[in-house]
């Protein structure tokens, strides 16, 4: 009686650890499955990221086109206005010119 009540003990241990080699495994199983996409999300993480930064280089890269752009534009927008101060200056002297060698023609009909 005793040697079964032994052999019963032996046997309920050893399903119990049958029991917990099995949970064990199975949590293993788990936290590699949980490593795996851990992993996998990671690396979509790092190629978005990749994707972001060139993202943001083109668009530094434009934004410093456009304000050398800018700057160009307001440099020849400055010339033009010179240009056009020294027309009109010209224009006046031209006007001014003019006018006294009109007035040079009528004293000389006189």
Do not use: F
Request: net charge negative; charged share 35%.
């Amino acid at each position: 009686a005793a040697a079964a009540a032994a052999g019963a003990a032996i046997g309920a241990m050893e399903c119990e650890n049958l029991r917990e080699h099995d949970e064990r495994a199975r949590l293993q199983s788990a936290l590699e499955a949980a490593q795996a996409a851990a992993a996998k999300q990671s690396e979509e993480y790092e190629k978005e990221l990749a994707l972001l930064k060139e993202e943001l280089a083109a668009a530094a890269q434009q934004q410093h086109d456009s304000a050398q752009q800018n700057q160009q534009l307001e440099e020849e927008r400055d010339r033009i206005h010179t240009d056009l101060l020294n027309t009109e200056k010209q224009l006046v002297e031209a006007r001014d010119a003019l006018a006294r060698k009109e007035r040079e023609l009528e004293q000389a009909k006189v």
